[in-house]
């Protein structure tokens, strides 16, 4: 079964989109792929910006990002576009970082003024990066995440549409692992 990891670009420790993005692992989970995730914000900051791509901490992340078949980027939207902190961990990634990898972009905001956010800003970004297949993605509301004393939730109606979205990444994914077993047979 593929490897999946999610790479988290939010600097909150209490975010919507860490929310948003363990939804999709566990629906991910469930279907029986191995899943983790990476939060960008628990790598070492100074060796993050100085791209110090040899220390130990962002060599391992890196390798984490090499060795995964399924990539699922999430950020929230600040001032139209992804975060800085996600975009400053993709500058560190070989110019074809994610060849060969089928990519789930996922995007939270207050506003849906900031929808195209996946396709203007981060697409660009992931087809640069060499990813095989960028899949639709999704975005879903701030307003959509359910904070209470009990465990975060998504409203019913956010949750089946990204269930969706999963669905179809995880279709992607079976698709690529069947074509690269086609070409080696």
Do not use: C, W
């Not at 100074?46 to 130990?56: K, N, T, V």
């Not at 576009?81 to 089928?102: I, M, N, R």
């Amino acid at each position: 079964m593929p490897k999946l990891l999610a790479l988290t670009g939010s600097p909150s420790v209490h975010s919507r989109t860490d929310v948003v993005a363990d939804h999709v692992l566990r629906r991910l989970n469930h279907a029986g792929y191995e899943t983790a995730q990476l939060a960008v914000r628990e790598l070492p900051a100074a060796d993050l910006l100085a791209a110090r791509r040899g220390e130990p901490e962002i060599r391992r992340a890196l390798e984490a990002v090499a060795e995964a078949d399924g990539i699922v980027i999430a950020t929230p939207v600040y001032k139209a576009s992804y975060t800085g902190l996600l975009k400053a961990f993709l500058d560190l990634l070989p110019q074809d970082g994610l060849a060969g990898k089928t990519v789930f972009p996922l995007a939270t905001g207050g506003s849906l003024a900031h929808v195209l956010t996946i396709d203007y800003a981060l697409r660009p970004v992931l087809a640069a990066l060499g990813a095989r297949h960028v899949t639709a993605g999704r975005f879903v509301l701030d307003s959509s995440v359910e904070r209470g004393s009990g465990p975060d939730r998504l409203r019913p109606e956010a949750e089946l549409d990204l269930y969706q979205a999963v669905d179809e990444f995880a279709e992607a994914l079976r698709a690529a692992q069947a074509a690269a077993l086609a070409t080696t047979h």
